[in-house]
């Protein structure tokens, strides 16, 4: 049954659902419509993560800063992982008097999905480190030729429209887009821009925006924390900053600050407005009456002389100026606070775009709000046009015994600055976590300050000390759970380091996941039979480090050497060609092919130092000789936009590259070579090509292959009693709290109880006999390695209780017999 199927039985089934319970101040943030809604805009609905940051942000395209449920993502979490959530609800408003449009009210959520723009199949809004979250069409936002255009470490889009409005449709719709950078500088935000576009035939007057932010600093699990919130306003700086009366109960001490910016606005005037309206109440005091939310957020004249004056409005020194709250009519302990802030009026005809971005920001203190505001500001001025980290790595881990090698591909290699356009490629970085990517490093901060906030790496290989494409830690004990992430970085000229952003989940593109064992009993692993040199003449040694992986072995692979290129330096996208000269000997030194305009070039060999052409005409298509390199070069561009091609200073370095393939095709794409790199390939193996000594002999050349002959991994089934005998239970006694049990932060208080068998044959059957006799659970094991776990619970479900059990190991040939504790 497709999703589209499933969502109309399901409402069919039940016109409500029940929303698990949330662990915070109020109950479920989001409750499901009480009656069929429109099906298209539900099936289009779905939430995103921004997550490249220090600041987790989860969201929901109907109108919602914030996910319905915890396990979709935090709200405004700063630090990124802290588990402190500095948000409990926002929400963007939209109105005109009478008619305000607002996803906050559980039981009238009047923004709704749009549909085309992300993939219908997933829950997933449109990310840009999720394709698969993508509508068919491809990204949503484009370049000129087609290609996607990213401007942060992770972007996000959705549509949204009031389709679902409780009083009448105004056929006004949002485009939201949300920006997380990964940069240091501005890691510590979370940008949403919002298009406000009148897809009626209406023209409205007074239209508002405005931004519902129900702030909970220091914690919502208690009043004690949630209900002693302050704020600041600074007009000049477009800026609400939510703070704590005292200190926080829930995160133990200080609790920091958060931070609203209006950053753009549509202007009146011929002057952005801004925020032309702040009010703040009591979380209790808020009511789901279309008159008075407008009323809020345009600071109406007829609202103030209301009933609800001293509920809504609090100017005290501000008078006669209603539209702005005094913050010192604050009580001293603070309040559950909410915040409405507004932007407005303005006037909407038929088609018209109304932009509007804002900033979520936090730092630890006033100081360090002050330095996030000017950056958040110098960013938007630069039209968010940021020297950016390299591309995200792509990682493999595979476990072995006591060991796990990490892998990753080459994509940041290429990688070039968006502003400069030259190549930015630094080196990567591997961390490790041993709590499920809740930290980053196992540094004891209390013991050893001067480690600072920042994770440290378990390893670093940058360009100048030589880089690699895999890693192995041999550091590890059997039975536990590591989690690993690879980061590329880049080197400004100032000495900025740009790193692309730490994977928070097991399923990011560069985490991966180890749970070393020992090897199965009667299992040969896959293993390299032969390593020949057929071709060339190279003094190299050619060595396979892994290749036990999960389908390795049982090929052959031909490693091979061709010309590579990479781009140094400009924009160029025009198609690039390298080809060996038929009857000229090919030198595989490396070489600077510069464009000194759009129409003329150089040659210099960075090997030699040389000149090998000072000058030459360049025509696009037109192959040219590369001097005595043996080596031709085609640039072609004839397909290619005009900022895209040639430019004067635009560079392409020509170097010896690598490659490998099996008789199924290419298992490692063409790729700059270098002596002692580790060279992964897709289908996990792993080598390195070393120079004998130091004479010119031991140079390759492009005429230089290998041979690598492999056998399949052998399972052997005549297993014996003796080799049972190394089968063990642990830990035993199992003793709850033990470090065998995992625990997954706030979104799961219990931890996952679990008990290991180890040293077991690669098939075999595990039954777990009460005492008594009762058989309790039957597992069948069959993997590559020689480990087993079990949650503890029967074949009912049910969890056992403390005492002593005996296990069963049976294959065909043999069995063993043993016992083990569990003492809660």
Known sequence: MNRSAFVVCLLAASLAMTVPAHAQKRGPKSMAPTALQKTTGMLSRGSGNHNRSNMGSAFENRGKLYPHQISLGPTFEWPIKSQHEYVYRANPYVGIPGNMIQGRFTTNEEWEAAAGYNNPENVTVAMSDKPNSWPSTGWPVKASDGSPIFISSQDSYCVYNDSTNSRTVLGLEVIQTGYAFGGKAVRDMVVYRFDLVNRSQTTYDSVYFGMYIDADIGGSESATDYANDKLTFDKSLERVVYYDAGTSVQWGGSSGRFGFLMLETPQINGVQAGITDLHYLRYDDDIDIDSVQFGIYSSSPSLYASKYRNTYFHPNANQPNIHFDDPATFPAAGIDLVSCIGSG?????????????????????????????????????????????????????????????????????????????????????????????????????????????????????????????????????????????????????????????????????????????????????????????????????????????????????????????????????????????????????????????????????????????????????????????????????????????????????????????????????????????????????????????????????????????????????????????????????????????????????????????????????????????DKLKVIEHEGPTGMESWDLRTDGNRVIAAGMYVYLVKTDTAEKIGRFAVIK
């Open 345 to 773: 009026p303005y006037r909407m005809a038929p088609g018209d775009t109304l932009h509007f971005t804002t900033a979520f920001i936090a730092a630890i203190d006033a100081a360090g709000m002050e330095t996030i505001t000017k950056n958040a500001w110098d960013l938007y001025r630069a039209d968010f046009a940021t020297p950016k980290p390299p591309a995200t790595p792509t990682v493999k881990v595979v476990s072995g015994d006591g060991r796990a090698t990490i892998t990753w591909d080459n994509a940041a290699e290429s990688s070039r600055d968006p502003i400069t356009h030259e190549s930015n490629f630094g080196g990567y970085r591997i961390y490790k976590s041993i709590d499920f990517g809740q930290h980053w490093d196992q540094i004891d901060r209390n013991a050893n300050p001067s480690a600072g906030s920042d994770p440290v790496p378990l390893a670093t290989f940058d360009v100048s000390t030589g880089l690699q494409s895999s890693y192995v830690d041999s550091t590890l004990i059997n039975g536990f759970t590591y989690w690993y992430s690879v980061t590329s970085y880049a080197v400004t000229q100032d000495g900025t380091v740009l790193e692309s952003s730490l994977g928070y989940t097991a399923e990011e593109q560069n985490v991966g996941v180890a749970t070393p064992a020992t090897p199965a009993v009667g299992r040969t692993p896959a293993r390299v039979s032969s390593i020949t040199h057929p071709t060339g003449t190279a003094k190299v040694t050619l060595s396979v480090s892994q290749l036990d992986v999960p389908g390795g072995g049982g090929k052959n692979y031909t490693v091979g050497f061709a010309p590579a290129f990479t781009i140094a330096k400009g924009n160029l996208k025009s198609t690039i060609t390298l080809e060996r000269v038929e009857g000229v000997k090919t030198d595989p030194g490396t070489y600077a092919f510069i464009f000194k305009s759009p129409t003329t070039y150089s040659i210099i060999s960075i090997t030699t130092g040389k000149v090998i052409r000072a000058s030459g005409p360049y025509t696009s298509g037109v192959p040219i000789v590369m001097g005595g390199t043996g080596l031709r070069i085609t640039v072609t561009d004839a397909d290619t936009a005009a900022d895209l091609r040639p430019q004067t200073g635009d560079s392409i370095i020509v170097a010896p590259g690598i490659f490998a393939t099996t008789s199924a095709g290419p298992v490692l794409s063409l790729r700059p070579f270098f002596y002692g790199t580790h060279y992964a390939s897709d289908d996990g193996i792993v080598f390195a090509v070393r120079r004998d000594n130091d004479s010119a002999s031991s140079l390759i050349s492009y005429a230089d292959s290998f041979l690598v002959a492999t056998l399949p991994v052998q399972l052997r089934n005549d297993i014996s009693k003796a080799e049972l005998e190394n089968v063990k239970v642990v830990p035993n006694p199992y003793l709850v709290g033990s470090l065998y049990e995992r625990e997954y932060g706030v979104l799961r208080r219990e931890p996952i109880r679990e008990l290991k068998f180890t040293h077991l044959p690669s098939r075999c059957t595990i039954t777990i006999f009460s005492l008594s006799g």
